[in-house]
């Protein structure tokens, strides 16, 4: 299992989600947390099993906060100040899906392999500062790249070896289009292309 694609909102079916979402919610109630942003982890398997992953006191990733503001409008950030400032916050009843989205965000993690985990066929220095990002994309989306995010241009990237976890990453990006069956299809779409 390596991440590719942290993406929202999802593609799954609302059913599916909601199963999702109690899942979550136990996990973050079972740590008896008061005022904290959560960052839960759960990989939905075979047969609709779930497996905790991670459930823990901080947000997620280096962009799950400006990806839930893009796609919904919610600031996590300012959320959790004000209420740590002691200034009550409306939240929603329940989690937010593709019903209410605007658009769709996700943060792409580049690796030396392509969207199946095929390894890249040998080192390649990445040269990210001269590629044209848009062109592995499809004309509604944007790329927006983040440099604390990127290896050094030019570093040379191994294939992707199974067990190396975020150390296979060359760097993550952050991908923007009108919904998300298109960014997932951009995504793996960069993805396979970017070896070449």
């Known amino acids: 299992f390596a991440e590719t694609v942290a993406l929202s909102p999802t593609v799954l079916p609302e059913r599916l989600q909601r199963k999702v979402e109690r899942t979550a919610v136990e996990a973050v109630d079972a740590q008896d947390l008061d005022t ?12 609709e099993r779930m497996c905790m992953l991670e459930s823990s ?9 400006p990806i839930a503001e893009h796609v919904f409008g919610v600031d996590l950030i300012s959320l959790l100040a004000a209420e740590s400032l002691g200034e009550p916050q409306e939240y929603p009843e329940q989690m937010l899906t593709s019903d209410v989205a605007k658009g769709a965000a996700a943060s792409v993690y580049l690796p030396g392999a392509d969207s199946r985990s095929k390894p890249w066929s040998a080192p390649l220095p990445f040269r990210w500062e001269q590629l044209d990002w848009q062109e592995l994309v499809s004309p509604n989306s944007r790329v927006e790249i983040f440099p ?20 296979n990453n060359a760097g993550t990006v952050f991908v ?5 069956e298109t960014l997932l299809a951009d995504s793996y779409r960069m993805l396979d292309n970017l070896e070449a």
């Open 36 to 47: 904290s942003g959560t960052h839960t982890e759960i990989k939905l398997m075979a047969d």
């Open 176 to 180: 923007t289009s009108t919904d998300a």
């Open 57 to 65: 006191a901080r947000f997620g990733g280096v962009m799950a906060t």
């Open 148 to 167: 604390s995010q990127m290896a050094p241009n030019g570093t040379t990237v191994d294939p992707y070896r199974p067990g190396g976890g975020s150390l």
